[in-house]
Each structure stands twice: as structure tokens, then as C-alpha cells.
């Protein structure tokens, strides 16, 4: 199968990319949405994934990778919520913002753009590569 990509949204002053660095691995956990918890079931270790900055910033900042999973969230007593543990990969060159997501016509249907509440989105292959060369602008 050919390899998928995500988005993964986190508040900094709760959890930021100087963080995963730091930690070198986390779990994704507290995640209560189902859209966003199925989109966890569907990841495969070795799939990539941006790191949102949400709320301050509103920026894609990194790229992390997905390091387990099929994991069970360990905060939800009712085990019903997925999660994975993921690793940095690299910050990007720049940060792309969502003001500048949302301006790029080419990604007008985007999860980031159309579910904009979405902490766990799917990105398809053609919207990965347009970010990525956004952030070497």
C-alpha cells in the first residue's frame, strides 16, 4: 500500500514541535473526535504526518513520522480511542500558514481548509507535495 500522509494539530502552549524534539517520540493521546480517531486507526507505521501549530501560529511547522500504531489511547478509560506514538522527522524550511494554505487555490479542498475544527486530518499525496514545496519558498 502506497504511503499516506496526515496532519496532526496541537495547541504549542499544550504540547509544540520544540517539545516532540525535546521528547523525541510522543503519544498522541486526548484525541475525542471520530473523524480524527478513525483517520488514527488508518495510519501505518512509517506514514508521515505535519505538525500544526493551532490556535497561536496556525502554521505547519514539521514532519513527523508515525512510529506505532494501532495503539489504544491510554487516557480513555473506555478504551474505544485510537492513537499512535509519532517521532520528528525535520521542521520545516519555513513554516506554512494556514493564511497561506488557504490562499493556494490548488488546496481549496483539504481537510486543513474544510474541517477546520479536525485535529487529525488526512492529506492526499498532490496537497503533501504542494506544502512542502511552499515551505522552500
Known amino acids: 500500500m502506497a504511503e499516506r500522509y496526515w496532519l496532526m494539530k496541537s495547541e504549542p502552549a499544550a504540547f509544540s ?3 516532540l524534539i ?3 517520540e510522543t503519544i498522541w493521546d486526548g484525541v475525542r ?3 480524527a480517531s478513525n483517520n488514527m486507526r488508518a495510519m501505518e507505521v512509517g506514514d508521515l504526518t505535519f505538525f500544526y501549530h493551532s490556535v497561536t501560529g496556525k502554521e505547519i511547522v514539521g ?7 494501532g495503539l489504544t489511547d ?3 478509560p473506555e478504551g474505544k480511542w485510537a492513537t499512535v506514538k509519532i ?3 525535520r521542521a ?3 513554516p506554512v500558514t494556514l493564511k ?4 493556494e487555490p490548488t488546496l481549496q479542498d483539504m481537510e486543513l481548509v474544510r474541517l477546520s475544527r479536525l485535529s487529525v486530518a488526512e492529506v492526499r499525496p498532490e496537497e503533501w507535495e504542494k506544502i512542502c514545496s511552499m515551505a522552500k519558498d
Open 92 to 94: 520545516l524550511e519555513r
Open 63 to 69: 514532519i513527523a513520522t508515525i512510529s506505532e500504531a
Open 87 to 89: 517521532k520528528p522527522v
Open 74 to 76: 491510554p487516557t480513555d
Open 33 to 35: 473526535n471520530h473523524r
Open 100 to 103: 497561506e494554505v488557504k490562499a
Open 17 to 19: 514541535w520544540d517539545d
Open 22 to 24: 525535546r521528547d523525541g
